[in-house]
T-cell receptor, first 116, second 114 residues
Framework: GAVVSQHPSRVICKSGTSVKIECRSLDFQATTMFWYRQFPKQSLMLMATSNEGSKATYEQGVEKDKFLINHASLTLSTLTVTSAHPEDSSFYIC????????????FGPGTRLTVL | AQSVTQLDSHVSVSEGTPVLLRCNYSSSYSPSLFWYVQHPNKGLQLLLKYTSAATLVKGINGFEAEFKKSETSFHLTKPSAHMSDAAEYFCVVSGPTGGFKTIFGAGTRLFVKA
């Protein structure tokens, strides 16, 4: 199946700093990418949908100025957590939709963010 | 609107016995349905998917699921559990095309006893 990578896999940062997470589709072009957040022992919550070349669509309750999403190419989307605080600590997962795969999403391995 | 309900937050089985993880969905459209597995601190792996073809879907690692429109269900089964099956399982609903959101169920934690 198609492969999606995320970088970094783990990041620890100080409160107040910004952190960028990259999501790449390695062997297909992803016109749409999604960003999810997963708290411990909970399900995935969709944060935003990102389409290449246009602004991301954020879910209700997700601060767009806090979580900046850029989808500059068909293989790369980035999520920047700005001025991170301890409550932003979470597991962030991206996925990419392959237009040829009959609506299937391919998920990245996730990024564990810890804000001290 | 779409929604998905996983009926059990935890399921515990003995190794070698059958597994049943229950999922009900609601959709205004013909849904696409998926089951994913997540091992601790790992990403999601697709087990199987239903996209309006055969109602009985076979997936990886011996798992299968049956789409029952009359019951709005998509339960996941496996004839014989293995210790390595212990993980979190998510039932996921989406629409028939790429324009629909993907909605995750709350997850079911599967425990396998030796």
């Amino acid at each position: 199946g198609a492969v999606v990578s995320q970088h970094p896999s783990r990041v620890i940062c100080k409160s107040g700093t910004s952190v960028k997470i990259e999501c790449r589709s390695l062997d297909f072009q992803a016109t749409t990418m999604f960003w999810y957040r997963q708290f411990p022992k909970q399900s995935l919550m969709l944060m935003a949908t990102s389409n290449e070349g246009s602004k991301a669509t954020y879910e209700q309750g997700v601060e767009k100025d806090k979580f900046l999403i850029n989808h500059a190419s068909l293989t790369l989307s980035t999520l920047t957590v700005t001025s991170a605080h301890p409550e932003d600590s979470s597991f962030y997962i991206c996925s990419a939709r392959d237009g040829d795969s009959n609506n299937e999403q391919f998920f990245g391995p996730g990024t564990r963010l810890t804000v001290l | 609107a779409q929604s998905v309900t996983q009926l059990d937050s935890h399921v515990s089985v003995s190794e070698g016995t059958p597994v049943l993880l229950r999922c009900n969905y609601s959709s205004s459209y013909s849904p696409s349905l998926f089951w994913y597995v997540q091992h601790p601190n790992k990403g999601l792996q697709l087990l199987l998917k239903y996209t309006s073809a055969a109602t009985l879907v076979k997936g990886i690692n011996g798992f299968e699921a049956e789409f029952k429109k009359s019951e709005t269900s998509f339960h996941l089964t496996k004839p014989s559990a293995h210790m390595s099956d212990a993980a979190e399982y998510f039932c996921v609903v989406s629409g028939p095309t790429g324009g629909f959101k993907t909605i995750f169920g709350a997850g079911t934690r599967l425990f396998v006893k030796a």
